[in-house]
């Protein structure tokens, strides 16, 4: 098993990267660590992805691990759309692509919500793995994950960041995950410290049963309630075509009934004991 390589060790370390003209910048706007081997972790156990694609490169530090994991692959090929990798980066990330001697990825400088209905044209069903990192509002995450879906073949993998944080990308993987097509696949959480007031209340409601008040009230307030973990990142498996009928509607689960596992970090092979979305709500 292939360990983290050195390159991305160094820049945790020293928090430091460096672009094009020679500058030296601090990392901003990256994945962490336990992020980064989540994904690190889900590639390397699954030996036929060999074809990604990224959203948001930044300074690099997911291509790193993506292109990392697939290193050596036969076919291996990462794609990565950025509008602004030169403009606003100093092409930082491709740097440090090169730095690490990957020679296989290709940068597409234009917006996601452009560039993916393209690629769709060409590469339907082409690729293994997606990740999602790029403009966090709603209508944009929606956009690369319905795009990332026509992409992905059976099998794949759909990988979003910044689920807790913004609630745009909450509300957007909130609706994806009732796609019959994917199932929950594995997450990075955080455990919620609650304060005292919480508490109180959560012990008030206890006396009524969970389900209840699921039906009751609004997902948000429910979950401000009685979720345990904040997911960061998400992964979801494509286990179907996307076979949606014209009229499909369906709200009915969200985040919050997907119980995430206790464990702050959950690979392919954690998550691959527990139930799926589906069965937890049964
Ligand atoms: C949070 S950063 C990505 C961080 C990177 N994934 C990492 O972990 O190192 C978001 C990136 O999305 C890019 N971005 C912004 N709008 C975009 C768009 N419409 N399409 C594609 N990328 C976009 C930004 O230039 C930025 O590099």
């Known amino acids: 098993m292939l ?13 430091l990267v460096s672009g094009k003209s020679g500058r030296t910048y601090e990392v901003r706007d990256a994945i962490d660590r336990e992020e980064g081997d989540f994904l690190f972790n889900l590639i390397r156990h699954d030996p036929t992805i060999c074809r990604t694609l990224e959203v948001g490169c930044a300074h690099g530090i997911s291509s790193l691990y993506i292109c990392s994991a697939i290193r050596g692959r036969d076919g291996a090929s990462h794609t990565i759309l950025d509008p602004f ?20 990825f290709t940068l597409i400088e234009r917006k996601s919500e452009l560039a993916l209905p393209l690629l769709v044209d060409r590469m339907e069903g082409a690729f293994d793995f997606v990740f999602v990192d790029g403009r966090h509002t709603f209508d944009h995450t929606l956009l690369d994950c319905f795009y990332a879906t026509r992409l992905l073949r059976v099998g794949g993998y759909l990988a979003i960041d910044d689920v807790g944080t913004f609630q745009g990308v909450r509300r957007a993987v909130d609706f994806l995950i009732n796609y019959p097509c994917y199932q929950l696949n594995g997450s990075v959480s955080t455990p919620i410290r609650r304060s005292w007031r919480n508490r109180v209340v959560r012990t008030a409601m206890a006396t009524v049963n969970r389900s209840t008040w699921a039906g ?67």
């Not at 990798?85 to 100093?90: A, I, L």
């Not at 009230?217 to 990142?233: A, E, Q």
């Not at 596992?261 to 954690?270: L, N, R």
């Open 3 to 15: 360990s983290i390589p050195l390159e991305i060790r160094q820049i945790y370390e020293t928090g």
């Open 85 to 104: 990798q030169h403009s606003e980066w100093d092409a930082v990330g491709i740097t440090n692509l090169q730095k690490a001697g990957i020679d296989f």
């Open 216 to 282: 009751i009230l609004s997902d948000r307030f429910y979950g401000r309630i009685f979720d345990d973990l904040v997911p960061r990142m998400v992964a979801l498996k494509k286990v179907a075509e996307d076979r949606r009928n014209w009229d499909w509607h369906d709200e009915t689960l969200s985040l919050t009934d997907a119980k995430l596992g206790q464990h702050d970090c959950q690979t392919p092979s954690q998550s691959a004991n527990r139930p799926t979305l589906s069965e937890d709500l049964t």
